[in-house]
């Protein structure tokens, strides 16, 4: 395993986007939507470096199990991410921007619930990967195209709770 962030540089990069959010939504009413279960270390950091009010809430994506992905339940719950968006802005807060399937998925069901504006902000996004004609609004740090974990980001269930990104090397991502 190789540190690729340290857990001081994501502290700078949380604290960066943190700044960034503040200018764009100061005075108006906005809700962060965490994408299950690799957002939840950033969005715990992030939230708590905004001085602004706002709203939390989560949603599931797909799952990936090791590095493939699975088709898994989209477990949203419309009814009580409808009232938490309506008539306000929406910042949908992910790990990682790998291929943009994810929030390319996410987007247009938030969108259905007619928020105020739907803008995107990950802590990582992979340069070459994107699938997707559109990039993040925020992004803390580009990385190369390796498998990261650490700060949210598992393999196989495991490393989530690591302070900093790590890149697993090609026999740890065998085994
Ligand atoms: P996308 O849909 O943009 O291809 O991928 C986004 C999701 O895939 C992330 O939320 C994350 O769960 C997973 N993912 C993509 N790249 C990586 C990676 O390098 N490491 C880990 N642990 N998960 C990744
Ligand atoms: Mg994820």
Do not use: C
Not at 63 to 82: F, I, K, S, T
Not at 134 to 145: E, G, M
């Amino acid at each position: 395993m190789k540190v690729l962030l340290t857990e001081e540089q994501v502290r700078a990069g949380v604290e960066g986007l943190a700044r960034k959010i503040e200018e764009l939504y100061q005075g108006k009413p906005l809700t962060m939507v965490g994408v299950l279960i690799g957002s939840i270390v950033l969005l715990a950091d992030l939230i708590r470096r905004i001085s602004i009010p706002l709203r939390v809430e989560l949603v599931q994506a797909r799952r990936y199990w090791g590095q493939v992905r699975r088709p898994g339940p989209m477990a949203v719950d419309l009814e009580v991410l409808a009232a938490a968006v309506r008539e306000r802005h929406v910042l949908l807060v992910d790990d990682i921007f790998d291929t943009g399937q994810t929030i390319a998925e996410l987007i247009p069901m938030l969108d259905e619930l007619d928020p105020l504006s739907i803008r995107t902000a990950v802590l990582l996004r992979k340069q070459g990967r994107s699938q997707v004609d559109f990039q993040p609004d925020l992004v803390a740090f580009d990385i190369p195209d390796v498998f990261v974990v650490g700060y949210g980001l598992d393999y196989k269930d495991m490393y989530r709770n690591l302070p900093y990104v790590a890149a697993l090397e090609p026999d740890e991502l065998a085994a």
